[in-house]
């Protein structure tokens, strides 16, 4: 098993240029997330899904929109970059239940220039 | 909603040393506690995690408490090696609902040779 996987690995864009970032899993988790890793700020939720054709802000949301194109895939849409969207991003899924582990993918290192 | 602090931000300790990091939080309905540490340039992964109805855990050197009065819990590690070096997140979650943890701003440990 491949786990969750992301792509790309790293990006730089311009300002106001658009990009999706992918992500899948092949471990038939319903819940799905988005986060960004910025220094000395943990973990912060972007959006996340908890099932196929369901998705939700989380405690970041402005600037982003995401798909949830089946139970397997999530993706990260950004319309307009701006620098404040320089990040570490991170995608996740989880089983269900309240008592589970996420499984992170490998990350993208995204640069607005 | 939920809110996660973690102390110290940067821990430095000798080899063989023990290294413990903190975390409060403010929901006492809170009722799921992991932990993962990443590596430099990796993905966050699970290494540990408690159940309020459970005052400790231990796997091997590492051990996880929790004193829900206090609403606070901690990352034990003894006999701190090299590769313990990375950084450690703690994370809060309640039952009911969507599973979504709500991490700290993390931990870098750094084990002296």
């Known amino acids: 098993n491949a786990g969750v996987t992301q792509t790309p690995k790293f990006q730089v864009l311009k300002t106001g240029q658009s990009m999706t970032l992918q992500c899948a899993q092949d471990?038939?988790?319903?819940?799905m997330y988005w986060y960004r890793q910025d220094p000395g700020m943990g973990l912060r939720l972007i959006y996340y899904?908890?099932?196929?054709?369901?998705?939700d802000k989380g405690e970041v949301p402005n600037g982003y929109n995401v798909s949830r194109l089946n139970k397997r895939e999530f993706s990260l849409r950004l319309e307009s970059a701006a620098p404040s969207q320089t990040s570490v991003y991170f995608c996740?899924?989880?089983?269900?239940?309240?008592?589970?582990?996420?499984?992170f993918g490998p990350g993208t290192r995204l640069t607005v220039l | 909603g939920e809110n996660v602090e973690q102390h110290p931000s940067t821990l430095s300790v000798q080899e063989g040393d023990s290294a413990v990091i903190k975390c409060t939080y403010s929901?006492?309905?809170?009722?799921?506690f992991p932990w993962y540490k990443q590596e430099l340039g990796k993905r966050p992964q699970l290494i540990i995690d408690?159940?309020?109805?459970?005052g400790e855990k231990k796997d091997q050197r590492i051990a996880v408490t929790l004193n829900k009065t206090a609403k606070h819990f901690s990352l034990h590690i003894t006999e701190t090696q090299p590769e313990d070096s990375a950084v450690y997140f703690c994370?809060?979650?309640?039952?009911?609902?969507?599973?979504?943890?709500?991490f700290g701003r993390g931990t870098s440990l750094i084990v002296h040779p």
């Open positions: 471990m038939n988790h319903n819940s």
């Open positions: 994370a809060a979650s309640k039952s009911g609902g969507s599973y979504i943890p709500t």
């Open positions: 996740a899924s989880s089983n269900d239940g309240h008592y589970n582990e996420q499984f």
């Open positions: 929901d006492s309905a809170s009722n799921y």
């Open positions: 899904s908890a099932s196929e054709g369901t998705t």
């Open positions: 408690i159940r309020s109805n459970v």
